[in-house]
């Protein structure tokens, strides 16, 4: 039995992937349960904070958002049985990649997956599902009538948070990085309150944001990604796409939350002080956190059920690409490591 697995050079600037046999799975585990793998979907693998949290190996396990069927459980597993459709996140240190035919998992990282949601979608949403409510839901109390900013809103996770967003009755205004992501963006029924092209470079976030709220500004923001410092400083693609972190306090309402993914965000006295006068706060997006505490394992779990619940209900509909057989995994997860795809790439077994 073959899995996936990720090698990083002396100098972990480039990072290879390898499929590997794996040895015969020892008796199941007290609260663990054996997975046949029926999808797993491909996420970039945060190599810098596998090596802050001192998880580095020779050989990481690639493959974590999986959906399929138990084969057997542990003897004080209290929530699955034999048979049953599950869905559920790999924890970071979990020793078993997803990519692969057979994985052991315990049970409190899985959830049931509803009868009419296929694996694809089950395995393709699950994360970005989980990033979406800790961003909107935990970190910036998202309600009825407030209006929402989602950054590159036509991405896989975009999507999620547009839905999400309007779901909970928001407002959302989204930016787009092509022509083709505005197209996209202007079919999502219901419809956004405004899409901002910045793929030209041209167009001002803050005033067009600033435009549409009547000079208010927007309750929550959800970056994708920010501009720290002056244009001779960033890269020419970052320069282009991503507004620089005064605009997104400038378009910040009062009382705002800044939801960010930038996790070198560096914020200057004057900047701290402009946001005190607005009231406003700043959060910081770590969609690990719930793997990094077990004291939080009933709210996540709790996350992970509504998430599959919302996709059966058709609230939740995933911008998937075509599924992918196991062989072809190793080329994809090169694509996916570089950020250079935009649907979820999900492998089918």
């Known amino acids: 039995m073959k899995g996936l697995y990720f090698q990083q050079s002396s100098t972990n600037e480039e990072t290879t992937f390898v499929f590997q046999e794996r040895e015969n799975f020892p008796v199941t585990e007290d609260y663990f349960v054996k997975l046949q793998v029926k999808a797993c979907a491909l996420s970039q693998i945060n190599t810098k904070l596998l090596a802050e949290m001192k998880m580095k190996k020779e050989f990481f396990p690639v493959g974590r958002e999986i959906a399929g069927i138990v084969l057997e459980v542990g003897s004080k597993v209290s929530f699955f049985q034999p048979d049953d459709e599950v869905v559920g996140i790999l924890p970071l240190d979990s020793e078993d990649p997803g990519l692969c035919e057979v994985v ?42 407030k ?125 701290s002080h402009c946001l005190f006068l607005k009231g406003a706060t700043v959060a910081f997006l770590n ?36 599924p992918i057989p196991l062989y072809e995994a190793k080329v994809s997860m090169e694509v996916v490591q570089k950020n250079q795809g935009r649907k979820k790439q999900v492998v089918q077994f």
């Open 104 to 145: 052991r998992v315990h049970e409190h990282y899985l959830v049931h997956k509803p009868e009419k949601v296929t694996w694809t979608e089950a395995a393709g949403t699950i994360r970005d599902g989980v990033r979406a409510y800790t961003a909107l839901h935990y970190l910036s109390h998202l309600s009825p009538g």
């Open 147 to 271: 209006s929402v900013l989602i950054m590159d809103g036509a991405s896989a996770f975009g999507t999620i948070a547009i839905q999400l967003a309007h779901h909970r009755g928001a407002k959302v205004i989204s930016t787009a990085c092509s022509l083709e992501d505005k197209q996209f963006l202007e079919r999502l029924r219901p419809s956004i309150a405004r899409v901002i092209d910045v793929s030209n470079g041209k167009v001002h976030v803050a005033e067009s944001c600033l435009e549409e709220t009547g000079g208010l500004g927007v309750d929550i923001v959800l970056d994708a990604g920010v501009r720290l410092y002056s244009k001779n400083d960033e890269p020419a693609v970052k320069l282009q796409l991503l507004p620089h972190k005064h605009d997104i306090i400038t378009l910040l309402g009062v009382g705002g939350h800044w939801v960010t993914t930038e996790e070198n965000l560096q914020l200057d006295p004057p900047d």
């Open 287 to 322: 969609d690990e956190v719930w793997n990094l505490s077990n004291v939080q394992q009933g709210k996540y779990l709790c996350i992970l059920k509504d998430v599959m619940e919302k996709l059966s209900t058709g609230v939740f509909r995933p911008q998937l690409d075509e």
